[in-house]
């Protein structure tokens, strides 16, 4: 385990249209629930932790928390819509040296496409600057891209592609809607072979700097997301729970491994093999049963944790 992520807030300036937040709080992640945490991250060879939310940057305190990983000796990524930039700026600082990356969300090549998913006028204007602010400051800057139903076309991921080669971004992270009640209307509907064929194209204009995730879809062998074997993307939530991975929706009770408020992390992670182990065997069931194309994302995994025993899921929430 390299990487954990730490949801630390679910305030959000933004609503928008794909996200699988499902609905937006106050709540906040408390460092006395943190703090006891670091150790055993430390002791399990973990090197980066991952800040999300909701935006970072609106946990009340964000400087005190941010501290307090570097202090320990975590370096620290996080992922931003780009509102904010001054704020991180001011924030991140005193700790430049220990900022692993900054990933700037961009859902579209244009300001209308951009803009419309976000439900924030300017803001696609304002990851642009950005792009700039945090580069000219010295930072990695990352770029994390969802398709969605009206984003993920040759032509579309080609205008990103002739977009994003112009700017100064280090990576390309490919995902795609996480399904939720209420994404319906954006979630990905195009078919895989042609998915594929335009990451293909893709590929010939920015190279290795593009990362296609799990959400895809695109996924063929039966090991199909990291998080199965390493644990990357396992969460510690606002609200003290530990998630399965940070792409489980929230209404999916059977992601929940454990609660830090009421038990050690440790004690908690050891549940993670039986947890994969359990998804893992609905995906070769499905793939026996003929169906590759529908077993190999994340819709599949939160379908499948949300179909356990009730008895399972009590035991760990």
């Not at 629930?33 to 940057?57: D, F, M, W």
């Not at 700039?132 to 205008?159: K, P």
Request: charged content about 15%.
């Amino acid at each position: 385990m390299n990487t954990f992520v730490l949801n630390i807030t679910n305030r959000c300036n933004f609503t928008c249209e794909h996200c699988f937040r499902e609905e937006a709080s106050k709540e906040d992640l408390a460092l006395d629930a943190l703090e006891p945490c670091l150790p055993t991250l430390r002791s399990l060879g973990v090197q980066t932790l991952a800040l999300t939310g909701g935006e970072p940057i609106l946990h009340p305190r964000f400087p005190a928390l941010l501290a307090l990983l570097v202090k320990e000796g975590f370096r620290v990524g996080l992922v931003t819509n780009g509102w904010h930039t001054p704020r991180y700026l001011a924030a991140l600082a005193p700790h430049k040296d220990q900022i692993a990356y900054v990933a700037i969300s961009l859902d579209g090549h244009t300001a209308s496409a951009h803009d419309a998913l976000r439900a924030r006028p300017g803001s696609f204007d304002a990851v642009l600057a950005s792009i700039e602010a945090f580069h000219q400051a010295g930072y990695q800057v990352n770029i994390s891209h969802v398709m969605s139903r009206h984003t993920a076309s040759a032509h579309d991921l080609m205008a990103l592609g002739n977009l994003l080669a112009e700017l100064p971004v280090a990576s390309l992270t490919l995902g795609a809607v996480v399904p939720t009640p209420r994404n319906g209307p954006v979630q990905l509907t195009t078919s895989p072979q042609l998915l594929l064929a335009a990451i293909r194209l893709l590929r010939r204009k920015l190279g290795n700097r593009i990362r296609v995730t799990p959400s895809v879809g695109l996924a063929r062998g039966y090991q199909f997301c990291n998080n199965l074997q390493t644990m990357n993307d396992v969460a510690l939530r606002y609200d003290g729970d530990v998630v399965f991975c940070c792409d489980s929706i929230t209404s999916n009770r059977g992601a929940i491994l454990g609660n830090v408020n009421r038990e050690p992390l440790l004690t908690i992670l050891r549940r993670h093999p039986e947890r994969a182990a359990q998804v893992m065997a609905a995906r070769l069931s499905a793939m026996a049963a003929g169906k590759q194309a529908e077993c190999n994302d994340c819709a599949f995994c939160n379908q499948a944790l949300a179909s356990e025993p009730r008895a399972v899921r009590l035991a760990v929430v």
